[in-house]
Every structure is written in structure tokens, then in C-alpha cells.
């Protein structure tokens, strides 16, 4: 094994990955570095909450397969935002959308033929998260990426085919705020010794780091935002939540989790979750990419965190870990620093 050469850029392009296969020539939609004027992705360059809002509000005026809607403000006023990214077809009838996803989800009341018909009929709903951990910055800036090349794709394309029948709702960040400081800091000590090094300050004013465990109580309004965006307006199927883990272990975790599993949600859920898990690892090697590990530290029974709610509520939940950087600078990690151990991984 040689050295490994470690960097935002790397994160960005394994997350990219697991989410999405894409190809093809990029038109018209402006990419992030027409509005930005920065390489988002590219090592040593990241784009604040106030960029990434200025830029998919942009986008979003520039294309028929992309929406903003806001979800609520932060603790300190800022205002948390999704891009709904699907066909203009489907964009024009997103009340219709959510009303039978939200018979889907409580069907209550439906006999098995309506069901069945509203199944298959409707485009499923996906939902992917970042950013709830602001140091963990691959996230925020591959959810930019992200929704350029899904808006950009040519028509009659693969992925254009694709939105024909997936309404993917993108969140560039669960913490704008910490967002916000962090980018801040980092541009701080741009060029000087202390470049990529860790902010000295909250990453969330009021939970810190534990805002990722707010999902049962629901103390800070992002979560409940959060909360009420998922389980009560819209009501996606997948729940897809991107973070970022030390930089000396594997290179990104995915489903299966490692036991013990809670023991309270349906059987069908952790099969697809498993499922779903087990298929993007297989992509990930297809495309060369190794250091791809499940089973592994993050566990399927604690029920406090973003998409391990949705499990209580028959939703599909998927976590993905991608080994991280000095935010975005890179890092040299030699193979005599590499380290196993954790649950399920021999040290």
C-alpha cells in the first residue's frame, strides 16, 4: 500500500459517488463558479452557507428542474433552504406530489387497489442532508455539485430520465450558521500555519457538536425545521445524511450498520436500508474507488440522530462517513498511520 493523499476534493468525489452516477456534457444551468467565482470542491476552496444559498437561489432561476423553498431560520436568523431538484414536469405539480406521498406515508383509510395505484404512479422522494457537523465540510460543497449536474444534464440523458421519475430534495446544510463560522475560519488563516486547523468555537451556538443528537427532543429550531420538512411536508422515502469521520481509518462507511439493531423497526426497513447500502459500496468499487467499509463503529440501534428518526417511521435511512481533511486542505496520510479497530473492524 503507498501513501494516501487525503483532501477535500477526495471526500467531494466519494460522496458525489455514492449518491449518483453521472455523465455526459454539462449545459446551460450556471455552474457554481459562474456565480461564485470559486472552484467549489477543489482543494483549499470552500463556499460559506451565504454562498451556497446565493448560488442554488441562482440556479434555481436559471432552470426548470430546480426550486428553493425555505424550511425555517437557525438560531442565529439565518434562513435554512432546500433545492427540490426534479423534471419541470414534476415541478409543476409538486402539491399533487407531496399530497400522495403523504397518503403513501399514512395510509390509513386507503383500500389495497388505491394504494397499489398511488405507488405506482407516484416518482419516489429522496431526501439527502449535510452539513449538520460543520467541520465535516465535503458534504455542503458536494450538494452544490450535486445539483448543478442533475440541473445541467442533457435532456433525453440518463439522469434527465432519471428525474422523470425521482424528486430529490437536496439539503446543503443542517447548520448554516456553523457553516457560516467555520468557511469564516478557515479563510481566516487561509495560507498561514494554521490553515485547515480545527475552529475554536461551538459548531452550533447552543448543542455544540451534539446537534446531531437532538432528533428525539427537538430543543434547536434547525431540528425541528428539519423535523417538520421530512415528517410532515414532504415525506421522501430515502433519507440520505452525508458526514465526514477521521482521516486515519477506512475511506468512507457505509449500510449495513454494525449491531445491535433497535429492535422496534420492521424488518423490510433494515433490508432495504442494508440493500441500498450494499449497492453503493458495489458502485464505489466498480469505479476503483477503495477503503469502502460496513458493519463497521456506527451501529443500527440508537435512534437519536437526522435520518435514524425516519426508521421509526418507515423511512429508509442512510448514513454515509467519508475519511476527512484539514477542512479542505489536504493531508498526507502514510500507510503506516492507517488504523482499524472499532466495532467490527479488526485493529
Given at each position: 500500500?503507498?501513501?494516501?493523499r487525503?483532501?477535500?476534493?477526495?471526500?467531494?468525489?466519494?460522496?458525489?459517488?455514492?449518491?449518483?452516477?453521472?455523465a455526459?456534457?454539462?449545459?446551460?444551468p450556471?455552474?457554481?463558479?459562474?456565480?461564485?467565482?470559486?472552484?467549489?470542491?477543489?482543494?483549499?476552496?470552500?463556499?460559506?452557507?451565504?454562498?451556497?444559498?446565493?448560488?442554488?437561489?441562482?440556479?434555481?432561476?436559471?432552470?426548470?428542474?430546480?426550486?428553493?423553498?425555505?424550511?425555517?431560520?437557525?438560531?442565529?436568523?439565518?434562513?435554512?433552504?432546500?433545492?427540490?431538484?426534479?423534471?419541470?414536469?414534476?415541478?409543476?405539480?409538486?402539491?399533487?406530489?407531496?399530497?400522495?406521498?403523504?397518503?403513501?406515508?399514512?395510509?390509513?383509510?386507503?383500500?389495497?387497489?388505491?394504494?397499489?395505484?398511488?405507488?405506482?404512479?407516484?416518482?419516489?422522494?429522496?431526501?439527502?442532508?449535510?452539513?449538520?457537523?460543520?467541520?465535516?465540510?465535503?458534504?455542503?460543497?458536494?450538494?452544490?455539485?450535486?445539483?448543478?449536474?442533475?440541473?445541467?444534464?442533457?435532456?433525453?440523458?440518463?439522469?434527465?430520465?432519471?428525474?422523470?421519475?425521482?424528486?430529490?430534495?437536496?439539503?446543503?446544510?443542517?447548520?448554516?450558521?456553523?457553516?457560516?463560522?467555520?468557511?469564516?475560519?478557515?479563510?481566516?488563516?487561509?495560507?498561514?500555519?494554521?490553515?485547515?486547523?480545527?475552529?475554536?468555537?461551538?459548531?452550533?451556538?447552543?448543542a455544540g457538536?451534539?446537534?446531531?443528537?437532538?432528533?428525539?427532543?427537538?430543543?434547536?429550531?434547525?431540528?425541528?425545521?428539519?423535523?417538520?420538512?421530512?415528517?410532515?411536508?414532504?415525506?421522501?422515502?430515502?433519507?440520505?445524511?452525508?458526514?465526514?469521520?477521521?482521516?486515519?481509518g477506512?475511506?468512507?462507511?457505509?449500510?449495513?450498520?454494525?449491531?445491535?439493531?433497535?429492535?422496534?423497526?420492521?424488518?423490510?426497513?433494515?433490508?432495504?436500508?442494508?440493500?441500498?447500502?450494499?449497492?453503493?459500496?458495489?458502485?464505489?468499487?466498480?469505479?476503483?474507488?477503495?477503503?469502502?467499509?460496513?458493519?463497521?463503529?456506527?451501529?443500527g440501534?440508537?435512534?437519536?440522530?437526522?435520518?435514524?428518526?425516519?426508521?421509526?417511521?418507515?423511512?429508509?435511512?442512510?448514513?454515509?462517513?467519508?475519511?476527512?481533511?484539514?477542512?479542505?486542505?489536504?493531508?498526507?496520510?502514510?500507510?503506516?498511520?492507517?488504523?482499524?479497530?472499532?466495532?467490527?473492524l479488526?485493529?
Open positions: 500500500m503507498t501513501a494516501r487525503l483532501s477535500l476534493a477526495c471526500g467531494v468525489l466519494f460522496i458525489l459517488n455514492s449518491v449518483i452516477c453521472l455526459g456534457t454539462l449545459p446551460a450556471p455552474s457554481p463558479r459562474d456565480v461564485l467565482g470559486i472552484e467549489v470542491g477543489a482543494n483549499r476552496v470552500l463556499a460559506s452557507y451565504s454562498e451556497s444559498e446565493r448560488y442554488l437561489r441562482a440556479l434555481a432561476q436559471a432552470s426548470d428542474r430546480v426550486r428553493v423553498v425555505a424550511m425555517g431560520p437557525t438560531v442565529e436568523g439565518r434562513t435554512m433552504i432546500a433545492a427540490v431538484v426534479t423534471s419541470a414536469a414534476n415541478l409543476a405539480r409538486l402539491d399533487e406530489l407531496r399530497a400522495g406521498w403523504a397518503r403513501v406515508a399514512d395510509p390509513r383509510g386507503l383500500d389495497e387497489a388505491g394504494r397499489e395505484q398511488l405507488i405506482a404512479t407516484l416518482p419516489a422522494c429522496a431526501l439527502i442532508t449535510a452539513g449538520i457537523h460543520s467541520n465535516e465540510v465535503a458534504g455542503p460543497q458536494a450538494a452544490l455539485l450535486l445539483a448543478y449536474r442533475l440541473a445541467a444534464a442533457p435532456e433525453g440523458s440518463q439522469v434527465a430520465r432519471w428525474l422523470d421519475r425521482m424528486v430529490l430534495l437536496i439539503v446543503p446544510s443542517l447548520n448554516p450558521d456553523g457553516q457560516e463560522a467555520t468557511v469564516a475560519w478557515y479563510r481566516k488563516w487561509f495560507g498561514t500555519p494554521y490553515e485547515g486547523s480545527v475552529p475554536p468555537f461551538l459548531f452550533h451556538r447552543y457538536h451534539d446537534n446531531n443528537r437532538d432528533f428525539v427532543y427537538l430543543t434547536q429550531p434547525e431540528s425541528r425545521a428539519l423535523n417538520r420538512f421530512v415528517y410532515r411536508d414532504w415525506h421522501p422515502q430515502l433519507f440520505l445524511d452525508l458526514h465526514m469521520m477521521g482521516p486515519t477506512p475511506r468512507q462507511f457505509v449500510p449495513p450498520f454494525a449491531d445491535p439493531i433497535a429492535p422496534n423497526v420492521h424488518p423490510f426497513v433494515w433490508r432495504i436500508t442494508s440493500h441500498l447500502g450494499t449497492l453503493m459500496s458495489l458502485r464505489l468499487e466498480e469505479a476503483g474507488k477503495s477503503g469502502v467499509v460496513s458493519g463497521w463503529t456506527f451501529d440501534n440508537w435512534i437519536g440522530g437526522t435520518r435514524n428518526t425516519g426508521w421509526w417511521k418507515n423511512v429508509f435511512g442512510v448514513l454515509t462517513e467519508t475519511a476527512s481533511a484539514a477542512l479542505a486542505t489536504p493531508i498526507k496520510v502514510d500507510e503506516n498511520e492507517l488504523r482499524g479497530g472499532g466495532k467490527g479488526v485493529d
